[in-house]
C-alpha cells in the first residue's frame, strides 16, 4: 500500500472527530429534557465542539488545496449534466488532434510557399541569391546544395527548374 500523505492523514482524523462529534449531540439528542437543564448546556457544548471541528477540517483542506490539477469549469459542467467524462475526454482529443492537423497543414504549406518563393526570388534576381539562401537556412528550410545539372547538361535550382546564368 502506498504511504498516505500526512496533511491527507491529518485531514482524516479530523474528519474522524466530527463524526464522534456529530454522535456525541445524537446521544445528547437522545437524552435531551431527561436530564433537565445540564443536558441543554452540554448540548450547545457539543455543537460549539462540531462547528470548530468543521472550521479546522475546512482550513486543512483548503490550505493543503492543490491548485495544479484544477479540472476544467466546462468539464464539471458536463459531468452535472450527466454525460460521461470519457467521452469529454475522447472529444477533447479528437479536437486537438483536429487542431493540430490544421496547424500542421498551415506549417507545411508556409515552408512550401517560402521554398517556391525563394526559387522564384532567386531566378528573378540572381544578384540576391547569398541573401536568399541565408534567409532560407534560417528559417529552417533545406540548405541549398551546389548548383545540378539535369539531363540535357542546363543547370538546375533547388526544386529542379532550370536556372538562368548570370552574366
Known amino acids: 500500500m502506498a504511504p ?3 496533511d491527507h492523514q491529518v485531514l482524516l482524523e479530523k474528519i474522524n472527530r466530527i463524526l464522534a462529534d456529530i454522535f456525541q449531540i445524537l446521544a445528547q439528542i437522545q437524552n435531551y429534557d431527561q436530564g433537565g437543564r445540564p443536558s441543554r448546556e452540554a448540548l450547545v457544548h457539543d455543537l460549539q465542539t462540531l462547528d470548530a471541528s468543521l472550521l479546522a477540517v475546512y482550513t486543512t483542506a483548503s490550505a493543503t488545496l492543490d491548485t ?32 493540430n492537423q490544421t496547424s500542421r497543414g498551415k506549417s507545411n504549406a508556409f515552408r512550401s510557399f517560402r521554398d517556391v518563393l525563394a526559387h522564384e526570388m532567386e531566378v528573378a ?19 541549398p546544395a551546389a548548383p545540378q545539372t539535369g539531363h540535357a547538361g542546363v543547370m538546375t535550382g533547388p526544386a529542379g527548374a532550370p536556372e538562368q546564368e548570370s552574366r
Open 125 to 143: 534576381m540572381p544578384e540576391l541569391r547569398d541573401d536568399i539562401r541565408r534567409v532560407i537556412n534560417e528559417t529552417g528550410g533545406p540548405t
Open 68 to 99: 495544479s490539477a484544477r479540472i476544467p469549469d466546462e468539464l464539471i459542467r458536463y459531468v452535472e449534466n450527466g454525460r460521461n467524462p470519457d467521452i469529454y475526454t475522447r472529444e477533447f482529443v479528437e479536437l486537438v488532434r483536429r487542431l
Open 4 to 6: 498516505v500523505n500526512t
